[in-house]
């Protein structure tokens, strides 16, 4: 399972690696599913700051380094 041919951002190339998914993301954070897929394969979507909060505090389930940088450019 790694994004099955489509363009992935850093986000979506770190969920695939991890088997995690769209749907389970989007459960954790509160977030529209559209959101989630927009941020996951399209690279010129840049979240607001509380999305990425939201989306950094469901993935340090995960991982607890994970951090900003790995997926956007500050």
């Not at 979506?12 to 927009?38: A, H, P």
Request: charged fraction near 30%; aromatic fraction near 6%.
């Amino acid at each position: 399972m790694f994004g099955l041919g489509k363009p992935r951002t850093k986000l979506g190339k770190w969920m695939d690696q991890r088997g995690i998914k769209g749907s389970w993301l989007s459960e954790k954070t509160n977030l529209n599913k559209c959101t989630i897929s927009d941020l996951t394969s399209k690279g010129e979507h840049a979240p607001n700051q509380s999305t990425m909060k939201k989306i950094l505090k469901a993935l340090r389930q995960i991982d607890p380094n994970v951090k900003v940088d790995d997926f956007w450019d500050m």
